[in-house]
T-cell receptor
């Protein structure tokens, strides 16, 4: 059964460093998303991506964040200069036609 | 702004009981509603998707209902098992957007 995959499963970085989180969505899906979940808090929407451009973004998704689909399979989230408060679990999701969203296993980001 | 609330926050039941998890949302302009299961430290597994035009969906021992006009959904779990122990999340897709808004979840523990 097709599934969303994410790498790495855990990333530890120093404050101020750049990180890139990678996702491989389900192959025929057209809509892609990033969400995050700070420990003990709700899952929060960050950004949605369709037709090679951002379709919606939240207030959290400021200039420090960017997304890219560099080829036909990968979908990446870059954080340019990490802050302590960026520590969270980051989930990638995809869907075919703005319907049931399928989530990856997540990347746990720890900023020291 | 759409807000999603889940009640109860936690639930502990003996094996075999039928149970109901509740989800409410403040804005009835939704496109669909999705129920997820999250195991500790893991990703989100989609359980059921209900379109805004539907009243309920069933999958095995799970039944989800939707009353869009009153802003409510329930997830019914029949004959609960210890393997059902997890956090259950409700999320709505806003009608005029492209994102899921999540509730805080119900932590379910089924005792054997």
């Amino acid at each position: 059964e097709p599934e969303v995959t994410q790498t790495p499963s855990h990333q530890v970085t120093q404050m101020g460093q750049e990180v890139i989180l990678r996702c491989v969505p389900i192959s025929n899906h057209l809509y892609f998303y990033w969400y995050r979940q700070i420990l003990g808090q709700k899952v929060e929407f960050l950004v949605s991506f369709y037709n090679n451009e951002i379709s919606e973004k939240s207030e959290i998704f400021d200039d420090q964040f960017s997304v890219e689909r560099p080829d036909g399979s990968n979908f990446t989230l870059k954080i340019r200069s990490t802050k302590l408060e960026d520590s969270a679990m980051y989930f990638c999701a995809s869907t075919l036609i703005r319907n049931e969203q399928f989530f990856g296993p997540g990347t746990r980001l720890t900023v020291l | 702004k759409q807000e999603v609330t889940q009640i109860p926050a936690a639930l502990s039941v003996p094996e075999g009981e039928n149970l109901v998890l509740n989800c409410s949302f403040t804005d009835s302009a939704i496109y669909n509603l999705q129920w997820f299961r999250q195991d500790p430290g893991k990703g989100l597994t989609s359980l059921l998707l209900i379109q805004s035009s539907q009243r309920e969906q069933t999958s095995g021992r799970l039944n989800a209902s939707l009353d869009k006009s009153s802003g409510r959904s329930t997830l019914y779990i029949a004959a609960s098992q210890p393997g059902d122990s997890a956090t259950y999340l409700c999320a709505v897709m806003v009608e005029y957007g492209n994102k899921l808004v999540f509730g805080a979840g119900t932590i379910l523990r089924v005792k054997s």
